[in-house]
C-alpha cells in the first residue's frame, strides 16, 4: 500500500480526485437548490464536443473541453433568462447535440468512440503533471469563488424574485453558477469521467442533508463528503481493479445509504428551530423580570438566532428589543 502511494501516477491521481471530490459537491449544492440537478450530465455532453473536436485539430482536450462547456452553460441560460427555452428543453440540447458532436468529430478524427471512453468514464493514472497544474489552479478558482459567494449563490438558488429585491445581482450569479459547473465538469472528466461527473455533484449534497442541519453545516459536509468517496473509490478501484469513476461513484452511493440508517439520529430534533407562528401584531412584553434566567424554567427553549437569542414557549416565539420583546 505505502510503496503504491509513494508512486508519482498514484500521488497526481489521488490529489485529482481529491479535488474533484471537493469542488464537485460545492457547486452541486446551489445545483440541486435550483432543482437542475441534470445539469453536469448537460455540460458533460457538451464537454464531449469539447474532446472531440480537439482529438479532430489535435489540440490539448482539456482547454478546449472547458470553453466548450462554459459557451454552452452560458447559451442555455441566456435562453433561459429572456424565456426563450426551459430549463428542460435547454438540457435537451446540450444532451444529444453535444454527444452526437463529440463522436461525429471524434470518428473524424480517427478514433471513434473509443478515443473518447478515457473521457467519458475518466482514467486518473493517465494524468500528466501539467493535466494536474491545471485541475488544481481551476479547482481553487472554483472553491474561492463558491466558498465566498456561497450566502448569495445560496439566496440566488432558493429564491430569485426576493434576491432581486435585496439588490442582488441574480442573473450575474445564475451565469456565475453555471460558468462553475461547466469547470467543475471539464476538470473532473480525467477522475470520474464526463458521463458520471453530475453524480459526485449530487449524490453528496443529497448525503449532507440527510446528516447535517443548515445550509453552511450542509454544504461543507457535502464536500467533506465528496472528498472522501472521490479518495475512497481511487484506492478502492486500485485494489478491485476497477474503473475509478464507477468505483467513486458507487462509493457515494454507499455514503447515502450509511447517512439514511444514521441520519434521524444525526439530526435530531432538539437541533432544529420550531415553528411558531407570528404574533408580530402582539402587545409587546415588558423586558423586566424576563431575562436570560427565564431561558432556565421548564418548556422554554433558547435559540441563537444571528447576534441575540430568541425565547420560545406557550406557543410563542420573542426576542428583547431595547426595554421590550418582540414576538417573531
Known amino acids: 500500500m505505502i510503496e503504491i502511494l509513494a508512486m508519482p501516477f498514484m500521488q497526481r491521481a489521488l490529489l485529482a480526485a481529491l479535488l474533484s471530490g471537493l469542488v464537485a459537491p460545492a457547486i452541486g449544492t446551489f445545483i440541486v437548490q435550483r432543482r437542475m440537478s441534470l445539469?453536469?450530465?448537460?455540460?458533460?455532453?457538451?464537454a464531449i464536443m469539447g474532446v472531440g473536436l480537439a482529438l479532430m485539430m489535435g489540440w490539448a482536450p482539456l482547454p478546449v473541453a472547458i470553453v466548450t462547456a462554459i459557451a454552452g452553460a452560458v447559451l442555455v441560460e441566456l435562453l433561459r433568462q429572456h424565456g426563450r427555452a426551459s430549463g428542460d428543453l435547454g438540457l435537451a440540447i446540450l444532451f444529444y447535440g453535444g454527444l452526437a458532436s463529440g463522436v461525429l468529430m471524434a470518428g473524424i478524427a480517427g478514433q471513434g468512440a473509443a478515443g473518447l471512453s478515457s473521457y467519458l468514464f475518466g482514467?486518473?493514472?493517465?494524468?500528466?503533471?501539467?493535466?494536474?497544474?491545471?485541475?488544481?489552479?481551476?479547482?481553487?478558482?472554483?472553491?474561492v469563488v463558491?466558498?465566498?459567494?456561497?450566502?448569495?449563490?445560496?439566496?440566488?438558488?432558493?429564491?430569485?424574485?426576493?434576491?432581486?429585491?435585496?439588490?442582488?445581482?441574480?442573473?450575474?450569479?445564475?451565469l456565475l453558477v453555471v460558468v462553475l459547473a461547466a469547470v467543475t465538469v471539464t476538470i473532473s472528466m480525467r477522475t470520474v469521467g464526463?458521463?458520471?461527473?453530475?453524480?459526485?455533484?449530487?449524490?453528496?449534497?443529497?448525503?449532507?442533508?440527510?446528516?447535517f442541519v443548515g445550509f453552511t453545516s450542509s454544504f461543507f459536509g457535502a464536500m467533506g463528503i465528496g472528498a472522501l468517496a472521490a479518495t475512497g473509490g481511487t484506492i478502492g478501484?486500485?485494489?478491485?481493479?476497477?474503473?475509478?469513476?464507477?468505483?467513486?461513484?458507487?462509493?457515494?452511493?454507499a455514503l447515502?445509504?450509511?447517512?439514511?440508517?444514521?441520519?434521524?439520529?444525526?439530526?435530531?430534533?432538539?437541533?432544529?428551530?420550531?415553528?411558531?407562528?407570528d404574533h408580530g401584531q402582539d402587545e409587546h412584553h415588558?423586558?423586566?423580570?424576563?431575562?436570560?434566567?427565564?431561558?432556565?424554567?421548564?418548556?422554554?427553549?433558547?435559540?441563537q438566532h444571528g447576534d441575540h437569542?430568541?425565547?420560545?414557549?406557550?406557543?410563542?416565539?420573542?426576542?428583547?428589543?431595547g426595554d421590550h420583546y418582540d414576538e417573531h
Open 39 to 46: 445539469l453536469g450530465d448537460g455540460l458533460g455532453h457538451v
Open 123 to 143: 482514467s486518473l493514472t493517465s494524468l500528466s503533471p501539467a493535466d494536474v497544474w491545471v485541475i488544481a489552479s481551476l479547482a481553487v478558482i472554483v472553491l
Open 146 to 174: 463558491t466558498i465566498g459567494l456561497a450566502p448569495r449563490l445560496f439566496a440566488v438558488s432558493v429564491d430569485e424574485e426576493f434576491s432581486r429585491v435585496l439588490g442582488i445581482r441574480v442573473r450575474v450569479l445564475n
Open 194 to 211: 464526463l458521463l458520471l461527473i453530475s453524480a459526485l455533484m449530487v449524490i453528496p449534497v443529497a448525503t449532507a442533508q440527510q446528516s
Open 237 to 253: 478501484s486500485l485494489y478491485l481493479d476497477t474503473a475509478t469513476g464507477a468505483t467513486i461513484v458507487v462509493t457515494a452511493i
Open 256 to 277: 447515502l445509504g450509511v447517512s439514511w440508517l444514521i441520519g434521524r439520529r444525526l439530526r435530531r430534533a432538539d437541533r432544529f428551530i420550531p415553528f411558531v407562528e
Open 286 to 303: 415588558p423586558a423586566e423580570g424576563h431575562d436570560d434566567e427565564f431561558a432556565h424554567k421548564a418548556g422554554v427553549a433558547v435559540i
Open 309 to 321: 437569542l430568541d425565547y420560545v414557549h406557550d406557543g410563542h416565539r420573542h426576542a428583547r428589543h
